[in-house]
């Protein structure tokens, strides 16, 4: 056999042992892991293809994840939701499953993808619960569609344009949390050096922004997001902030009149989206979750669903 045939044969066997092994890897995390009720669908809306995990039966629940992450961060409560809900995970544009197209990151656009989503799959109210950028989308949403939004709980994050910006000069421990929102804005650098090393730069993100790093599944969201496309589409969210914060301070005009429960990490954000919040929502509560990081859903969901399942239920 000649070496090139070698080396041919040696390629095909390393191809096809990835493709097993990615294959294998999102079998641990696909709908069918959840229950047997919980489905994979897509749906063409606003010009994105969206992909969202949905199940259960009851009023209609949007679950809108966080970066980097996908909805497979919504794992640990989906079930329990699902008794008495109608749940829809949604990966939301570029993340996960959903197409990643070049534009349109800013909360307008986003908001009426979900938006577009939701009423695609026969929803004209909902509730939602958002998470990190969720909870940007989520303000974005209950403000442009205030009519299709019934309540909304806000988990772990300040929301650009109404949270005051942090200074530019902070001590390290508390320039943790912040430091990324300048530096996943830079063109073209972000890609230069992550390129390769999504599992060393998302780890760290992971790694220190969580308080239970072992209940987040780092592994997965490395996988998602080393294909191409993926991290230049999450940075996109950053690079969209100009035009997001802009129309936030439009949005601060009108008041929100819907319940919003913000619920914050005692080691990640506390609860700043309640203290940022304050002034212009009618209806607002607030709770700090003992023991728990920035990534609510994954480290702390008991404690989570203790608080969640009343305040969607209306009760």
């Not at 301070?249 to 819907?258: A, E, H, N, T, V």
Request: proline share 7%; net charge negative; charged share 20%.
């Amino acid at each position: 056999m000649s070496l090139r045939l070698s080396i041919s044969w040696l390629s095909t066997i390393i191809l096809l042992g990835a493709l097993f092994i990615a294959d294998a890897a999102r079998s641990q995390t696909t709908p069918a892991t959840l229950g047997p009720e919980f489905n994979d669908g897509y749906a063409n809306v606003n010009g994105v293809r969206l992909h969202y995990v949905a199940g259960g039966n009851g009023p209609p629940v949007l679950l809108i994840p966080g970066w980097p992450e996908t909805w497979w961060a919504w794992r640990n409560v989906m079930p329990a939701l699902a008794r008495k809900f109608t749940v829809i995970a949604v990966d939301t544009r570029g993340m996960g499953e959903s197409s990643r197209p070049t534009s349109g990151y800013d909360m307008a656009t986003i908001a009426k993808d979900l938006h577009e989503l939701m009423k695609a799959l026969g929803h004209q109210r909902f509730r939602i619960v958002g998470h990190d950028i969720g909870v940007w989308i989520g303000y974005a949403m209950a403000t442009d569609h205030p009519d299709s939004v019934e309540r909304m709980a806000l988990l772990d994050s300040n929301i650009p344009g109404v949270t005051p910006s942090p200074p530019i000069f902070l001590p390290k421990s508390d320039n943790t949390h912040s430091w990324h929102f300048m530096f996943n804005q830079l063109d073209d650098l972000p890609e230069m050096l992550v390129a390769g090393r999504e599992r060393e730069y998302l780890s760290w993100i992971f790694s220190n922004y969580a308080y239970r790093p072992d209940a987040v599944a780092i592994d997965h969201y490395v996988r998602a997001y080393s294909m191409p496309g993926a991290m230049r589409a999450g940075f996109a969210y950053y690079r969209a902030l100009p035009d997001t914060i802009e129309q936030n301070k439009k949005r601060m005009q009108s008041r929100l009149k819907l319940p919003i429960l913000a619920l914050g990490g005692e080691h990640g954000t506390a609860n700043v989206a309640e203290t940022t919040l304050k002034q212009y929502a009618d209806d607002l509560s607030g709770h700090v979750l003992a023991s728990c990081g920035h990534y609510v859903p994954e480290e702390c969901p008991s404690a989570l669903l203790d608080r969640l399942m009343p305040f969607l239920d209306g009760s």
